[in-house]
T-cell receptor, first 113, second 113 residues
Framework: DQQVKQNSPSLSVQEGRISILNCDYTNSMFDYFLWYKKYPAEGPTFLISISSIKDKNEDGRFTVFLNKSAKHLSLHIVPSQPGDSAVYFCAASWGNQGGKLIFGQGTELSVKP | DSGVTQTPKHLITATGQRVTLRCSPRSGDLSVYWYQQSLDQGLQFLIQYYNGEERAKGNILERFSAQQFPDLHSELNLSSLELGDSALYFC????????????FGQGTRLTVV
């Protein structure tokens, strides 16, 4: 039962343009959502998060949007840079489950110069 | 550097053996999580400890066990190892048990031959 889904395994974007990574979830109990970035042979690095009481959170070039009615969140990276090339995971958790994160399968972003 | 330390970084062992993976959380973090990432798989939640007590359990095999010690470091014990247990094992920590980001270590790559 895949509760968090990233349907695009890969995404290629030109440097300077916007990257949009998408994530869908099925469990309406999720109340906290996160995006992580992962390079090969390294652990995931936290990027940005959003609580279910908000619909947008911004941090520099990264913005996360949450659409609760559609059970959808997205990560926007503007402008995209070659160093952003990595695998991006979305994750979700809910309060009474102690904070364990349920991850999507990841989307590999390639930003071309 | 996330502040989460995992040892060893690499481990090669034979089927049927037992290994112990170690994790030191970030200073001040009370919660420790273990995740498994197999080839072409997302991050699968195994187990969480909070301040020494088990808080949540995922699809962790009976051959696997974990504990968190009074100094808050954690160990994941894998026994009767099978080829399919070959994977990256990540430890993460967070300051509390939910509603906050978790920070990941570099992982231990386990190869069972």
């Amino acid at each position: 039962d895949q509760q968090v889904k990233q349907n695009s395994p890969s995404l290629s974007v030109q440097e300077g343009r916007i990257s949009i990574l998408n994530c869908d979830y099925t469990n309406s109990m999720f109340d906290y959502f996160l995006w992580y970035k992962k390079y090969p042979a390294e652990g995931p690095t936290f990027l940005i998060s959003i609580s279910s009481i908000k619909d947008k959170n911004e941090d520099g070039r990264f913005t996360v949007f949450l659409n609760k009615s559609a059970k959808h969140l997205s990560l926007h990276i503007v402008p995209s840079q070659p160093g952003d090339s990595a695998v991006y995971f979305c994750a979700a958790s809910w309060g009474n489950q102690g904070g364990k994160l349920i991850f999507g399968q990841g989307t590999e972003l390639s930003v071309k110069p | 550097d996330s502040g989460v330390t995992q040892t060893p970084k690499h481990l090669i062992t034979a089927t049927g053996q037992r290994v112990t993976l170690r994790c030191s959380p970030r200073s001040g973090d009370l919660s420790v999580y273990w995740y498994q990432q197999s080839l072409d798989q997302g991050l699968q939640f195994l187990i969480q400890y909070y301040n020494g007590e088990e808080r949540a359990k995922g699809n962790i095999l009976e051959r696997f066990s974990a504990q968190q010690f009074p100094d808050l470091h954690s160990e994941l014990n894998l026994s009767s190892l099978e080829l399919g247990d070959s994977a990256l094992y990540f430890c993460a920590s967070s300051v509390r048990g939910g509603g906050t980001e978790a920070f990941f270590g570099q992982g231990t790559r386990l190869t069972v031959v």
